[in-house]
């Protein structure tokens, strides 16, 4: 009798409590892989905005050396596009065209540059070289402004945004993200697409777009 007594004390987990422990497992690695992927999204939003002020330095010491050569007009030729500061939101939710910070770069009018993956690759293969076209001249000016000063040049196979003052040379802000298909200002964001006239933190953050800007 104290045998079988002795066996059934030395009995296995019942299978409730084979469940219970199951879920528990379940629940930790649940919250360990939510844990890592949050971290994973904060580590490229911060490396967004880190390539983006990367490309806002390098942009504002190619637009200096132009303007003392007295070269901003080529610049502004080849943008053509000027923005409507009235329908960007700065980060901290005001119309940049009410913002008092950035009065320099705004005191003019503001033009934009904007390239994307495809752009980047053809203007690589040399294929705007030599070209008149508006479309072939934005993209060579886009991306001959980083081609001197960025050491990196991988960074620019992604969507960019340079916004700038072609009168005094000076750089307004810079977007920058590697996760979407192509930037717009005037479109919804959707299919990879994204409108960048929001640079409020909740928003970019969402669509993981780097921003570095005087607003």
Do not use: H, W
């Amino acid at each position: 009798m104290r045998n079988k007594k002795g066996q059934d004390g030395d009995g296995g987990f019942t299978l409730v409590e084979l469940v219970v422990s199951f879920v528990i497992m379940l629940m930790l690695v649940t919250l360990s892989v939510a844990g890592v992927l949050a971290y994973q999204d904060y580590a490229d939003y911060k490396r967004q905005n880190s390539y983006a002020q990367t490309l806002f330095s390098a942009a504002q010491t190619k637009l200096t050396g132009y303007s003392v050569r007295g070269q901003m007009k080529n610049l502004e030729d080849a943008a053509m596009e000027k923005l409507d500061l009235s329908m960007l939101i700065t980060p901290d939710g005001s119309a940049a065209s009410e913002s008092g910070k950035g009065l320099l770069a705004k005191s003019g009018t503001v033009y934009c540059l904007v390239g994307d993956r495809e752009s980047y690759e053809k203007y690589k293969l040399g294929e705007y070289e030599g070209r008149t076209d508006q479309e072939s001249r934005a993209y060579q000016a886009l991306y001959g402004v980083f081609d001197e000063f960025l050491f990196d040049k991988s960074i620019l196979n992604a969507c960019i945004a340079i916004e700038f003052n072609p009168g005094c040379g000076q750089v307004y802000s810079v977007l920058y993200s590697d996760k979407c298909r192509k930037f717009t200002y005037l479109e919804t964001s959707k299919n990879g697409r994204v409108n960048i006239c929001d640079r409020q933190d909740e928003y970019r953050n969402e669509y993981m777009i780097g921003y570095y800007g005087l607003d």
